[in-house]
């Protein structure tokens, strides 16, 4: 019974599971927490990561282990495998400028072919203009440049610091895959390479990127058990849900996002759906939306009940809410850009105005928000047949029998599960096996 390892290197947290890899049956897990911020010493995470695989009985008896993580961090190191600065994470909006300063140098559409994105203040690339413009004296020291699944996979392959690290501080032993490095900004998943150039025109020069491995390619650490590439959040939780082309996943977090796996690469010049690659070979066109299962918790708070009730007023309520509708951009919108917009309320009368047609304007309003991402995703091209739900909004039972008539397609909700880990213990399954 070879077991394996995965790990989710989440915002909040670091999870693992070990897995039995012949029958992906969860053997045991285990948890440690993150420091909360925007911006984050990455020893914070290390730490973390050893935390939750001594909670999970270590990884003696392991085969393999792949580390999924939060995508776009900007983890800068100098010669000497130290950490310059504290990471900034994809929710840190200081480079909101610089992003417009590399679409105003380059152009969006040239952009977009060439990196399948049109640069938003998330992606790593306007981090590096950022750093560059800010706090030109760390720049300077900026030898490479790692993402948060990079990082944590080459300190757990015995890397790292040279005072601190067995094997030191071999840049070159830097390791990534597809997924992630498609949401650098200065990565090609057309054509799979690093764009020099741009990464020089964000931090003023060249440095060490990590090495892009295959879907099927592996290292190994110290102990010769075998290391897959790892992958960025939203494609090792594709992974973990098996999601194939046609299949689109919507997760309803507090935010939410829509990605779709494709057999071709998607390039979308107007920024709403960015162009990324999956962790199988296949590309995972994705669109974010800031208002997903926060529209459930306002309005459950405003009517002054729980998510249950909330649910349940709003399945009394007929579809379209007697014409009540709920335009839920609390806090902005980023799908579409609008990042100053607010919500509001409309169709209001005296016979519209009930506590059941607002739970049900405030259900159907988040799904439009997200069927939005689902639109985008077909003008581009993309084939949608089935919708796998996840997150917590998923959980709501109103929202499992409305979401199919409003985004158009069967809907599916699994089991609630790590998927990001179970999709990096996939991945470690699939390289121990060969």
Not at 74 to 97: C, E, F, K, P, Y
Not at 195 to 214: I, N, Q
Not at 379 to 393: F, K, M, Q, T
Request: aromatic fraction near 4%.
């Amino acid at each position: 019974m070879p077991l394996v390892m995965g790990v989710d290197s989440s915002t909040q947290s670091c999870k693992i599971v070990v897995v039995d890899a012949e029958s992906g049956s969860v053997v045991r897990t285990g948890r440690a927490a993150h420091p909360d911020g925007t911006a984050v010493d990455p020893e914070a995470w290390w730490r973390a990561l050893n935390d939750a695989i001594t909670a999970a009985g270590g990884i003696d008896d392991v085969a393999a282990w792949s580390i999924g993580g939060q995508q776009h961090g900007m983890v800068a190191l100098d010669a000497t495998g130290s950490v310059i600065r504290d990471a900034l994470l994809w929710n840190d909006t200081r480079s909101a400028q610089a992003a417009q300063d590399l679409i105003g140098e380059f152009g969006a559409a040239e952009l977009t072919a060439r990196t399948g994105l049109v640069p938003v203040a998330s992606f790593t690339v306007t981090k590096l203009r950022w750093l560059r413009d800010a706090e030109p004296e760390h720049a300077a020291r900026v030898a490479a440049v790692a993402l948060p699944h990079d990082w944590l996979t080459w300190r757990l392959r015995g890397y790292g610091p040279e005072d601190s690290s067995p094997l030191g501080p071999v840049l070159d032993e830097l390791i990534t895959d597809r997924s992630d490095a498609s949401g650098t900004g200065y990565w090609s998943p057309a054509d799979g390479s690093y764009d020099r150039e741009l990464l020089t025109a964000a931090l003023g020069h060249d440095a060490v990127l990590p090495r892009v491995l295959g879907p099927a390619d592996h290292v190994t650490d110290p102990a010769g058990r075998r290391v897959a590439p790892g992958a960025g959040d939203n494609a090792a939780a594709a992974l973990g849900l098996g999601a194939a082309p046609g299949d689109v996943v919507v997760s309803i977090g507090t935010s939410g996002t829509v990605c779709a796996v494709s057999r071709t690469p998607i390039a979308d010049p107007s920024g709403t759906v960015a162009g990324f690659a999956d962790a199988t070979g296949n590309f995972l066109p994705l669109v974010a939306t800031l208002n997903a299962a926060r529209v459930l918790d306002v309005t459950a708070a405003l009517l002054g009940v729980g998510h249950d009730e909330l649910g349940e007023l709003a399945l009394s309520a007929a579809a379209g809410a007697g014409g009540l509708t709920l335009l839920p951009y609390f806090e902005g919108e980023r799908t579409p850009n609008l990042p100053d917009a607010t919500a509001s309320l409309t169709g209001m009368t005296l016979a519209s105005t009930t506590r059941p047609n607002l739970a049900r304007a405030a259900v159907e309003g988040m799904l439009h928000g997200l069927g939005a991402g689902l639109d985008a995703l077909r003008g581009l091209g993309v084939p949608l047949d089935r919708a796998l739900l996840i997150g917590g909004g998923a959980q709501s039972e109103a929202v499992r029998r409305i979401a199919p008539e409003i985004l158009g397609v069967p809907v599916e909700v699994p089991a609630p599960g790590e998927y990001v880990a179970l999709g990096a213990a996939r991945q470690a399954a699939s390289v121990a096996q060969r």
